[in-house]
């Protein structure tokens, strides 16, 4: 496992600083809920993240950490875990043909919201999230399972297996990026802070007091 993850931390980490230079402060929209993903990441304490880099940066390498993660996972269960496994496939089965907006975007957008946050007296015609919600089909609510005591413990364990090998997938990621700290750092540094200075000089000059005459 160990190598594998660090293979792939080092090619997350590599798109990332090939991402970087095309960000904008200016083309980042300020959210108005609290990111889960990003929010007291181990991960992004790995990557030496603090509060003065922006969501949208963090955001955009975390995504692809937690990917790595969700991956490793799901070959896991596949491998070992045919009780999960199989009523993962069901309820993926199930969902199928329903319009997701959100899925199929870059790393650096998954996870954020698909509509902008909408303006007093500026309705929208219509949403992406609203236009998923009509065109969800409506499928027969199937009854509930009944699972023998013998099956629900085998699942129980299948479950605290599943979580056990995400922390430890978890924790060797961590440990492989904070190799890469320094590159992040430099390429923050170089590409972000600049950016991040420059936006706070603006909103210092636009809130200076005229001079009295």
């Known amino acids: 496992m160990g190598d594998s993850v660090e293979g792939r931390v080092q090619s997350g980490v590599e798109a990332f600083l090939r991402w970087l230079p095309r960000w904008r402060i200016g083309t980042s929209r300020a959210r108005t809920r ?19 880099v922006p969501h949208a940066v963090q955001h955009a390498l975390l995504t692809r950490m937690s990917a790595i993660v969700d991956d490793a996972v799901d070959e896991y269960t596949r491998r070992n875990l045919p009780t999960v496994h199989r009523e993962l496939a069901t309820s993926e089965a199930t969902d199928a043909s329903a319009y997701r907006p959100d899925e199929g975007l870059a790393p650096e957008f998954q996870g954020l919201e698909i509509d902008p946050e909408p303006e007093e007296g500026q309705p929208f015609l219509f949403t992406l999230a609203g236009l998923a919600q009509a065109e969800a089909p409506e499928t027969p609510v199937a009854p509930p399972k009944i699972f023998s005591e013998e099956a629900k413990a085998a699942l129980r364990t299948e479950l605290e297996l599943a979580d056990q090998y995400s922390r430890e ?12 700290r320094a ?23 636009s809130l200076e007091l005229p001079r009295a005459r």
């Open 183 to 205: 590159r992040i750092s430099d390429a923050i540094v170089r590409l972000v802070e600049p950016q991040v200075d420059e936006l706070l000089a603006e909103l210092s000059r």
């Open 34 to 52: 609290v990111c889960r993903l990003c929010l007291g990441s181990p991960v992004a304490t790995a990557a030496g993240f603090d509060h003065t």
């Open 169 to 180: 997938v978890g924790t060797t990621l961590c440990l492989a990026l904070v190799g890469h």
